[in-house]
C-alpha cells in the first residue's frame, strides 16, 4: 500500500504542472486583460466588470507601446510600462510562469492586483461561508440519503420505493437556485413568511450574544443556503444509494448468509453495507469539493453571501490573474489529495481491497 500512495503523491505533481499549464495558457488568449481594464477605468470606459468584452488582450501584454491598449492611448507611455512592470508583464509568458510556480510551490500565491491584500488572507476571509455550506451541505446529504437509500433499497417496488422515488426525482430536477428562490419567496420575506434572514451568516448583534445565542443565531441564517445546496446532491445519492445496495443484496454470499440463518438485519450492516458503501464513497470527493471549494454562485448571491464562488466569479471578470491562479493551484491540490484519501478509506471499509495487486 505504500508504494501505491507513493505513486499516487508523485502522479499529483505532472498532474497539478497540466492543469495550471493549460489555464496559465488560455489566458495569454483572454481580451480584457488586468492592465487593459485599469486603462479603461482611468479612461472613464466602465469599471472591470463592464470591461470584459473591450478588445485588446493579454498576448501583448509584454509590450510597452500604449497603442496596444483600448483606453490607453491618451495616456503616457512611461506610465504604461510602469504598470507592466508593477503586475510583471514585463518578462516573457513563460517566465512569468515559472515564477509563479516557483512560487506556489514554497505556497505564496501573491497579493491580489485590485484588493490589496494577499490571496492566501483574501481566500481564508471568505472560507467561513465555504465551510458552512460545503460541511452541512455534505452531512446532511449524507446522513438523509444513505439511510434513506438503505430503506428504498431493501422495500424495493413498494409504494414507500415508488413515492419517494417520485419525491427525488422531482428534488433533481429543480435546479438549485430555483429551489432557494422558492425557499425565500414562502419563508424569508418574499410573498408569505419571515421565518429566516435572507443576508449573511449572522446577526447585526452577533458580538453581543450569548454562547447559545450566537449557535442558533448561525444555524438559523444558514438553513435556508444549506437546504438549497442540498437538494441536488441529496437526489443524486439517495439513488446512488438504492441501487448499490440492490445490486448487493442479488449477489451469491447475501443469499448463503439468508441461509445460514442470519437476520435481515445483520445480512445487511454485517454484509451488505461494507460493500454497498464503497460506490457511495467514492462520491464522497466530488460532492465535498465541489460544494466546498466550488460553492455556488448564485445561491451566494440571492442570500448575501461574500464566499468562495463569488470570489471566483470577480476574480475571473476583473482577470485578477493572483487569486485565479492562486484558488485553482490550492483547490485543485487539495482535490488531488482528497482522491488518495478516498482510496484509503476503501480500505478503512474492505481491507479485502489491494491497490498494489490491482497494480
Same mark, same amino acid.
Given at each position: 500500500?505504500?508504494?501505491?500512495?507513493?505513486?499516487?503523491?508523485?502522479?499529483?505533481?505532472?498532474?497539478?504542472?497540466?492543469?495550471?499549464?493549460?489555464?496559465?495558457?488560455?489566458?495569454?488568449?483572454?481580451?480584457?486583460?488586468?492592465?487593459?481594464?485599469?486603462?479603461?477605468?482611468?479612461?472613464?470606459?466602465?469599471?472591470?466588470?463592464?470591461?470584459?468584452?473591450?478588445?485588446?488582450?493579454?498576448?501583448?501584454?509584454?509590450?510597452?507601446?500604449?497603442?496596444?491598449?483600448?483606453?490607453?492611448?491618451?495616456?503616457?507611455?512611461?506610465?504604461?510600462?510602469?504598470?507592466?512592470?508593477?503586475?510583471?508583464?514585463?518578462?516573457?509568458?513563460?517566465?512569468?510562469?515559472?515564477?509563479?510556480?516557483?512560487?506556489?510551490?514554497?505556497?505564496?500565491?501573491?497579493?491580489?492586483?485590485?484588493?490589496?491584500?494577499?490571496?492566501?488572507?483574501?481566500?481564508?476571509?471568505?472560507?467561513?461561508?465555504?465551510?458552512?455550506?460545503?460541511?452541512?451541505?455534505?452531512?446532511?446529504?449524507?446522513?438523509?440519503?444513505?439511510?434513506?437509500?438503505?430503506?428504498?433499497?431493501?422495500?424495493?417496488?413498494?409504494?414507500?420505493?415508488?413515492?419517494?422515488?417520485?419525491?427525488?426525482?422531482?428534488?433533481?430536477?429543480?435546479?438549485?437556485?430555483?429551489?432557494?428562490?422558492?425557499?425565500? /419567496?414562502?419563508?424569508?420575506?418574499?410573498?408569505?413568511?419571515?421565518?429566516?434572514?435572507?443576508?449573511?451568516?449572522?446577526?447585526?448583534?452577533?458580538?453581543?450574544?450569548?454562547?447559545?445565542?450566537?449557535?442558533?443565531?448561525?444555524?438559523?441564517?444558514?438553513?435556508?443556503?444549506?437546504?438549497?445546496?442540498?437538494?441536488?446532491?441529496?437526489?443524486?445519492?439517495?439513488?446512488?444509494?438504492?441501487?448499490?445496495?440492490?445490486?448487493?443484496?442479488?449477489?451469491?454470499?447475501?443469499?448463503?448468509?439468508?441461509?445460514?440463518?442470519?437476520?435481515?438485519?445483520?445480512?445487511?450492516?454485517?454484509?451488505?453495507?461494507?460493500?454497498?458503501?464503497?460506490? /457511495?464513497?467514492?462520491?464522497?470527493?466530488?460532492?465535498?469539493?465541489?460544494?466546498?471549494?466550488?460553492?455556488?454562485?448564485?445561491?451566494?448571491?440571492?442570500?448575501?453571501?461574500?464566499?468562495?464562488?463569488?470570489?471566483?466569479?470577480?476574480?475571473?471578470?476583473?482577470?485578477?490573474?493572483?487569486?485565479?491562479?492562486?484558488?485553482?493551484?490550492?483547490?485543485?491540490?487539495?482535490?488531488?489529495?482528497?482522491?488518495?484519501?478516498?482510496?484509503?478509506?476503501?480500505?478503512?471499509?474492505?481491507?479485502?481491497?489491494?491497490?498494489?495487486?490491482?497494480?
Amino acid at each position: 500500500m505504500g508504494a501505491y500512495i507513493l505513486r499516487r503523491l508523485l502522479l499529483v505533481i505532472p498532474t497539478l504542472l497540466g492543469i495550471m499549464i493549460i489555464n496559465f495558457s488560455l489566458t495569454q488568449f483572454v481580451p480584457g486583460g488586468p492592465i487593459e481594464q485599469i486603462l479603461a477605468n482611468l479612461e472613464g470606459q466602465g469599471d472591470v466588470f463592464e470591461g470584459i468584452s473591450g478588445g485588446g488582450g493579454d498576448a501583448d501584454v509584454g509590450q510597452s507601446s500604449d497603442s496596444d491598449y483600448v483606453g490607453g492611448r491618451g495616456l503616457p507611455p512611461e506610465f504604461i510600462v510602469e504598470l507592466e512592470r508593477e503586475f510583471g508583464f514585463d518578462k516573457p509568458p513563460l517566465e512569468r510562469f515559472l515564477n509563479m510556480m516557483w512560487n506556489y510551490m514554497r505556497f505564496d500565491f501573491g497579493e491580489s492586483y485590485f484588493r490589496s491584500i494577499s490571496v492566501f488572507d483574501l481566500v481564508m476571509e471568505k472560507m467561513p461561508v465555504s465551510i458552512t455550506l460545503g460541511l452541512w451541505s455534505t452531512l446532511i446529504a449524507y446522513l438523509i440519503s444513505i439511510p434513506l437509500g438503505i430503506k428504498k433499497a431493501v422495500r424495493d417496488g413498494t409504494p414507500f420505493d415508488t413515492w419517494t422515488s417520485g419525491a427525488i426525482i422531482v428534488g433533481y430536477a429543480i435546479p438549485g437556485f430555483l429551489f432557494a428562490i422558492l425557499l425565500i /419567496v414562502l419563508f424569508a420575506g418574499g410573498s408569505y413568511f419571515r421565518v429566516f434572514p435572507l443576508r449573511g451568516l449572522t446577526s447585526a448583534n452577533f458580538e453581543d450574544l450569548s454562547l447559545i445565542g450566537k449557535v442558533l443565531d448561525y444555524f438559523w441564517h444558514i438553513t435556508l443556503p444549506v437546504l438549497a445546496s442540498t437538494i441536488s446532491a441529496f437526489a443524486t445519492l439517495t439513488l446512488l444509494t438504492k441501487n448499490s445496495f440492490l445490486d448487493e443484496i442479488k449477489k451469491q454470499y447475501v443469499i448463503t448468509a439468508r441461509a445460514k440463518g442470519l437476520s435481515e438485519r445483520r445480512v445487511l450492516y454485517g454484509h451488505v453495507f461494507r460493500n454497498g458503501m464503497l460506490i /457511495v464513497i467514492s462520491g464522497f470527493p466530488a460532492l465535498f469539493i465541489g460544494v466546498f471549494f466550488g460553492g455556488s454562485l448564485i445561491i451566494e448571491t440571492l442570500f448575501s453571501l461574500d464566499g468562495l464562488g463569488r470570489l471566483g466569479f470577480e476574480a475571473a471578470v476583473a482577470r485578477d490573474y493572483p487569486v485565479v491562479f492562486g484558488t485553482l493551484f490550492a483547490f485543485s491540490l487539495i482535490g488531488l489529495v482528497v482522491g488518495i484519501i478516498t482510496d484509503l478509506t476503501y480500505v478503512l471499509i474492505d481491507p479485502r481491497i489491494d491497490f498494489e495487486a490491482r497494480n
